[in-house]
């Protein structure tokens, strides 16, 4: 992950906050990482009060031990791994930080994907055409997106976060917001030292401990990371073989249907419904075809009996996507619409195909958290039924705000915009006499 906030690929946990990006096609957040901490997309966080550790750290500490010793960890690794281990306050203050996403994904999606990364990952391309065409057959997971997302997660493996794995785990599981899910990957952080794959001091990742050039969390790596040049280590830090190899698993384990595609632009005739432009709504892709749905480039669909949904992260003005199932293969990498788009669009640039014909709404603004906020407590006042008013805009009030849209005779596309609340504000319900 970039520079930005480096998270981490594979967060299971998908929080809130992931969801909100995903659904919302905000930008992104961190990958698989669970934690709410998005990559690309923080920018200035509020703050949440961080949870206080019930005991002391060292108390904590040996506790911890009994039980990576319990579960077959030799004390000299964990020993080794510990002996100069920082609680550290910036892991605290970043999981303590909720972001704003006061970004539109095309502002995410052009810093994603972009000339200069396009170039380095057909170069990169070129660089290990062999070893790519081997594992991309034998996976089934073509060159293109495993270098896609080499490419978005770690810029090459130019960003991949400067902690220390056992630092940040530590601290996050002693004293952060997700402190089981956190011991957890501290446990599977240690067995990996145990095997041997990589010594402490060189297991670095991002401040949620999403690792190396791939950026798996732990319990990823541990199920997914492969020796691919056979030197007995699983080296996602720096072996590209085992980076490509490693990546190529996961995204099989996650359903990439080879020699299908992840989707591709579309349009979309004068009246489609555009209610049913949901990342949850999906139907076979001959009905698409039935309501008008087109590719942008001219010719047919095709694969008409896959299942597809139409993805559009800025409303009716913005490009629309049709995305099947192996959209789905790359978001289980990282839970967020707009994370899974740029991976698919740097797919296509490195395999030569052309970038977004249609042109993304730059004159809109994004909203504040306190202008979603009120946006929902809006829509709720009114009726509209937006779910839990947490700034975080979701598929709920993606729905409310059609509701509203449609009540005024707009266009029901749920793209929540600086005049569409301005139209809130004006159509404020009465407030109700006390009494
Ligand atoms: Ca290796």
Redesign the pocket.
């Known amino acids: 992950m970039r520079p930005l906030l480096s998270l981490p690929v594979r967060l299971l946990l998908a929080t809130t906050i992931l969801a909100g990006c995903q659904t919302t096609g905000a930008p992104p957040v961190s990958a698989t990482t669970t934690s709410g901490a998005t990559k690309a997309t923080a920018a200035a966080p509020a703050s949440v009060a961080p949870a206080q550790p019930a005991v002391s750290f060292a108390d904590w500490l040996q506790a911890l031990r009994a039980e990576a010793l319990g579960q077959g960890i030799r004390a000299q690794t964990f020993d080794r791994a510990f002996a100069n281990v920082k609680l550290s306050d910036r892991v605290v203050e970043l999981d303590s930080s909720q972001p704003e996403f006061n970004r539109q994904p095309w502002q995410y999606l052009d810093s994603a994907v972009n000339d200069r990364r396009v170039q380095a990952g057909r170069q990169r391309i070129q660089d290990n055409g062999a070893l790519l065409r081997r594992i991309s057959q034998r996976s089934g997971v073509p060159a293109e997106i495993l270098v896609a997302f080499w490419g978005v997660e770690t810029d090459f493996g130019n960003f991949t976060g400067g902690f220390s794995v056992v630092d940040a785990l530590t601290t996050l599981a002693y004293e952060g917001r997700r402190a089981s899910y956190f011991r957890t990957e501290l446990l599977a952080a240690l067995r990996i030292l145990d095997s041997g794959d990589i010594p402490p001091e060189r297991m670095s990742g991002s401040w949620a401990g999403a690792m190396g050039q791939t950026q798996f969390m732990p319990t990823i790596f541990l199920k997914h990371a492969t020796?691919?040049?056979?030197?007995?280590?699983?080296?996602i830090w720096g072996?590209l073989?085992?980076v490509f190899a490693s990546t190529a698993k996961f995204v099989q384990a996650n359903g990439w249907r080879t020699g299908e595609r992840w989707g591709e632009e579309v349009t979309l005739p004068a009246g489609f419904p555009y209610e049913q432009a949901e990342y949850n709504i999906s139907k076979p892709v001959s009905e698409w075809r039935r309501l008008g749905v087109r590719p942008v480039n001219g010719g047919d669909l095709g694969g008409e009996e896959e299942r597809a949904a139409v993805l559009m992260l800025a409303g009716a003005q913005g490009p629309a996507f049709l995305v099947r199932e192996n959209f789905r293969a790359i978001m289980k990498y990282n839970p967020s619409t707009s994370y899974a788009l740029a991976v698919a669009l740097l797919s296509d640039r490195l395999a030569g195909r052309s970038g977004v014909q249609g042109s993304w709404p730059r004159h809109e603004p994004a909203l504040s958290r306190d202008e979603r906020i009120e946006l929902q407590e809006r829509l709720a006042s009114l009726g509209m039924e937006p779910g839990t008013a947490d700034g975080i805009v979701g598929a709920n009030t993606r729905n409310a705000v059609r509701r509203f849209q449609q009540s005024i005779g707009a266009v029901p596309d749920g793209f929540a915009t600086k005049s569409l609340l301005e139209r809130l504000r004006q159509s404020a319900a009465p407030v109700p006499a006390a009494g």
Do not use: Y
């Not at 020796?227 to 080296?235: A, K, N, P």
């Open positions: 020796d691919e040049d056979g030197d007995g280590r699983r080296d072996s073989p085992d």
